[in-house]
């Protein structure tokens, strides 16, 4: 069955420091999406991704935040200068339409950044 | 924004016990979508529900949406020792300029002690 991947599984970083994290997500998917769950709370939308373009974000995606599909394949969340704050889980998700068309969204089974 | 509250935060049951977590929308939702993650996994999709006052069964789980699409429940029967993880709804808000963002409840953290 396809599944949605991401790599790194675990990011440590310095605080100011800039990571991005990966992520393949289902080849005939069309929409794309970043999540983020800190440690025993909900998880939390970042930013939707269409047709090479964000289509929505939360305002927890300021500018420190960018999102690339850069080869029709991987898609990647950029964090250019990490704060303590940003430590969480980061799920990656993709779906073939939209969730208010009633599609799922399959979730990859994250990244863990830790910003020290 | 979109509010989506989630009860109780934690349920401790006896294996063999019944479970039900509850959510409420400030909003009507175009569908509700439940996950289950289990310690340390990603959220895995269960089931959606679309249809006013729709209610559909996997097994042991029962899923209702009410009849003004802002509330969910999920009901466990019988809970097992498989069951435990937490238990997220998912809003899609209804509207046709949304791209598909889903705004997660707290979530319902289940024990199941054998």
């Known amino acids: 069955e396809p599944e949605v991947t991401q790599t790194p599984s675990h990011q440590v970083t310095q605080m100011g420091q800039e990571v991005i994290l990966r992520c393949v997500p289902i080849?005939?998917?069309?929409?794309f999406y970043w999540y983020r769950q800190i440690l025993g709370q909900k998880v939390e939308f970042l930013v939707s991704f269409y047709n090479n373009e964000i289509s929505e974000k939360s305002e927890i995606f300021d500018d420190q935040f960018s999102v690339e599909r850069p080869d029709g394949s991987n898609f990647t969340l950029k964090i250019r200068s990490t704060k303590l704050e940003d430590s969480a889980m980061y799920f990656c998700?993709?779906?073939?339409?939209?969730?208010?068309?009633?599609?799922?969204?399959?979730f990859g089974p994250g990244t863990r950044l830790t910003v020290t | 924004g979109q509010q989506v509250m989630q009860i109780p935060q934690y349920q401790h049951v006896q294996e063999g016990e019944d479970f039900t977590t509850y959510c409420n929308s400030s909003t009507t939702l175009s569908n509700i979508q439940w996950y289950k993650q289990r310690p340390g996994g990603h959220p895995v999709f269960l089931i959606q529900l679309v249809k006013s006052g729709e209610v559909k069964k996997q097994k042991r789980l029962t899923f209702q949406f009410g009849e003004a699409k802002k509330n969910s429940s999920l009901h466990i029967t019988a809970t097992q020792t498989t069951d435990v993880g937490t238990y997220f709804c998912?809003?899609?808000?209804?509207?046709?300029?949304?791209?598909?963002?889903?705004?997660f409840g707290q979530g319902t953290i289940l024990t199941v002690h054998p």
């Open positions: 080849s005939n998917h069309l929409y």
């Open positions: 998700a993709s779906s073939p339409r939209p969730a208010n068309r009633a599609y799922e969204q399959y």
């Open positions: 998912a809003a899609a808000n209804a509207g046709g300029t949304s791209y598909g963002k889903l705004t």
